[in-house]
């Protein structure tokens, strides 16, 4: 597994007139960890600057297992499912402080080349990061919540 991890506690702004964590601030918990793990792969703030190159979001989809409350503790964990010259499809996995997964997000980013404005390439460091941590768990079984699609099912 991805050595990866991003860890937070949920503060009072995020917590709505529910009492739990609002649905909003699992995605923006679930956008802190991708560009901490964007980071991760080396297009942190020097990265992006040298290789003149970023990331952009093209769709996610986040499912809700377990609530969350006001300080509790959580860490995102992120897994490469897939990757091509220019896309990475990423799945983040946000565990409670007793390990149980309260909530995913799966999403497909799109590289950019910066002084292009257009999809390009990821750079070759950037690239064999990405290709070492899909190597760690492209054996491994994909997550349920992988490939859903929402929608009414009718007998």
């Not at 991003?6 to 995605?27: C, F, L």
């Not at 503790?73 to 990475?88: C, G, M, N, T």
């Not at 149980?100 to 002084?115: F, K, P, S, W």
Request: aromatic share 10%; net charge negative; hydrophobic share 35%.
């Amino acid at each position: 597994m991805s050595s990866f991890s991003y860890k937070q506690t949920v503060p009072s702004e995020w917590v709505d007139y529910n009492g739990h964590m609002n649905d909003a601030e699992y995605n923006r918990a679930f956008s802190l960890a991708t560009d901490a793990f964007i980071d991760w792969i080396g297009l942190d703030e020097k990265g992006r600057e040298y290789f003149q190159y970023t990331v952009f979001t093209l769709e996610t989809h986040t499912c809700y297992l377990k609530e969350m409350h006001e300080g509790g503790a959580f860490d995102v964990s992120a897994r490469v499912l897939d990757y091509d010259a220019k896309r990475i499809h990423l799945f983040l996995e946000m565990h409670n402080a007793d390990g149980e997964v309260v909530a995913t997000l799966e999403e497909m980013l799109m590289g950019i080349d910066q002084n292009e404005g257009r999809p390009a390439p990821l750079p070759e460091e950037v690239a064999n990061n990405v290709k070492a941590e899909y190597d760690k768990v492209s054996d491994q079984e994909q997550p349920k919540q992988v490939g859903r699609t929402i929608g009414i099912r009718r007998k």
